[in-house]
């Protein structure tokens, strides 16, 4: 199955304060102009259109491939609360992503630090992390939920926020993500993307047309009571790992 843009984000909770929504895959969290290029659905105009509320603002961003769960706050007090929430490392959240391999621990907790490659003969995408002795600190706890087929299930909390942390440290752990064309097998994957677009011969040799990247769960405390939500597998993502059964 592949994602498609007609899918709509879904509000997963509705609070006072803020909104908890599920993000599709192949949708932006806030709008990005690019010149030249297609405009690309984003969650936070869609909300801001649906809900007739201007000053929604998302405190952090899932990347386009990446389904699941975001939080939008209503107002600039609730804003700059989750900004303190994240800042503080008060907010909880839980990913599943689908990689290439099998692990051979069940829990894993990487403390690795995540820099820029640079750019070179081995590397042509600008924005590729890597993990290098100068990075900043970064930790990511892994746990694997099920295994088939020189492929495993994975579930990681990241302890804390650095860009394109759980790829990395799982292209690190030698475990690329299904569809992942950054961080996976092929080095020049996304290079590729860029030149000729997402063609079905790219998205054979990488799995799926996106990065097998669900945000799952997310908890933070709010108003003296813990929040929590939780969002299951999307279904490109189920599709995938049921048919490796076959």
């Keep these: ?121 081995a590397n042509r995408v600008l924005m590729r992390q890597a993990v290098v002795p100068d990075g900043r600190p970064a930790v990511t706890d892994f746990r694997v939920l099920e295994q088939r087929a020189g492929y495993a299930l994975i579930e990681a909390h990241p302890r804390s926020g650095r860009l394109h942390q759980i790829r990395a440290h799982l292209f690190h752990l030698g475990l690329p993500m299904v569809g992942d064309k950054i961080y996976g097998p092929e080095r020049d994957a996304f290079v590729e993307f860029v030149e000729t677009g997402q063609t079905p011969e790219l998205t054979a040799r990488l799995g799926l047309p996106r990065q097998a990247l669900h945000a799952a769960r997310i908890a933070f405390p709010w108003a003296g009571a813990q929040v929590m939500a939780e969002a299951g597998l999307p279904a490109d993502m189920m599709e995938f790992w049921a048919g490796l059964n076959g």
């Design 1 to 121: 199955m592949t994602p498609s843009t007609a899918e709509k984000p879904r509000v997963v909770t509705e609070h006072p304060d803020f909104y908890i929504v599920h993000k599709p895959a192949l949708w932006l969290t806030h709008r990005v102009h690019r010149a030249g290029r297609e405009e690309v659905p984003d969650v936070l105009g869609w909300m801001q259109r649906e809900t007739g509320e201007p000053d929604l603002s998302p405190p952090h961003r899932l990347d386009r491939e990446t389904s699941g769960l975001m939080v939008l706050s209503r107002d600039t007090e609730a804003a700059r609360r989750f900004y303190t929430l994240f800042k503080t490392r008060l907010v909880g959240k839980t990913y599943h992503a689908i990689v290439r391999g099998n692990p051979d621990w069940q829990r894993r907790t990487l403390d690795a630090p995540l820099g820029d490659l640079g750019l070179g003969a």
